[in-house]
Each structure stands twice: as C-alpha cells, then as structure tokens.
C-alpha cells in the first residue's frame, strides 16, 4: 500500500532484522519513520540509518524492546517519537487533503481512499473497534454516520 501511494521506495515481509538489513544493500536513508511497532522493524530501522540520520517511532511499539542503543552514541542518530496527533494535526490533515483534491477525485495524485480498508454502518461499530483491536490487517476502519 505504502509503494502504491507513493509513500515508500521499499518495502519487506520478513521475520528477523538481520534479513531486513541484508536487504537493503548498502542503503543508507537519512530518515526512517517506523509505523509497525514491531521489534524486528524498529532493530533494522536504526541499523541501516546513515551516520547523523533521524529514526522516528510513529505509534506506540506495545511495550519494552531491545533497542540497539549504542548506534545512536556511536553513529549520532537522533531519536523522535511521535504518537498519533498533536495540536493543529486536524488542520494541517484537512489542509493537504483539500490541496490533493482541488482538481477534482480523478485527477488526485494521491488516492487516500486506498488507506480504508474496512467500512462499517453505524449500528455495527463495535465491529469495527473489534476489528481494529484483532490486528487483522485493519489499516483505517470508517465507521459511517448515524442514519
């Protein structure tokens, strides 16, 4: 979904954070945002990080993780943590979306649409909160309006 959107120039289905690394190459991105949480991710992320690079938790990881923290003495890596919203977020989202679409859905170059993955009724919103909490490949879950 990320490469569709335009949002990711790699992407990984793997296990381990050794095969990540192997992966990449010699690449050395100057930033990582990690979206997942996941251990194997978050080890990989500061691993290939460029000397100076910037690694950004986004979301919350779940709990306590082993974390290659002698990278970020050594290499002068920058940690950021991020979780979900901030003041003026709401804005700035209505802002870049209004921008996306202002010549019209088909012309948009990006398709947000593709980061709904479920649509529920209101009268079946549990569902969509049992959904989301199942970690079942959920992304974004719209719940309608009341009718």
Do not use: W
């Not at 050794?18 to 990449?24: E, I, N, R, T």
């Not at 919203?85 to 012309?107: H, P, R, V």
């Not at 009268?123 to 970690?135: N, S």
């Amino acid at each position: 979904m990320a490469k569709d959107m335009g949002a990711a120039t790699h992407t990984f289905n793997s296990k381990t954070g050794d095969d990540l690394v192997k992966a990449f190459d010699g690449i050395e991105p100057s930033v990582v945002l990690e979206c997942s949480g996941a251990k194997q991710c978050i080890y990989t992320g500061v691993k290939i990080l460029k000397a100076g690079g910037r690694f950004v938790q986004v979301g919350n990881a779940g709990g306590d993780v082993n974390f290659p923290i002698a990278d970020f003495s050594t290499r002068e890596l920058t940690l950021y943590g991020s979780f979900r919203y901030g003041y003026g977020d709401y804005q700035t989202s209505i802002d870049i979306l209004d921008k996306n679409y202002i010549n019209g859905k088909e012309n948009a170059p990006i398709n947000f649409e593709l980061l709904i993955t479920h649509r529920f009724k209101f009268k079946d919103a549990i569902k969509a909160y049992d959904l989301v909490r199942g970690g079942n490949g959920a992304v974004k879950c719209l719940i309608d309006g009341p009718e």
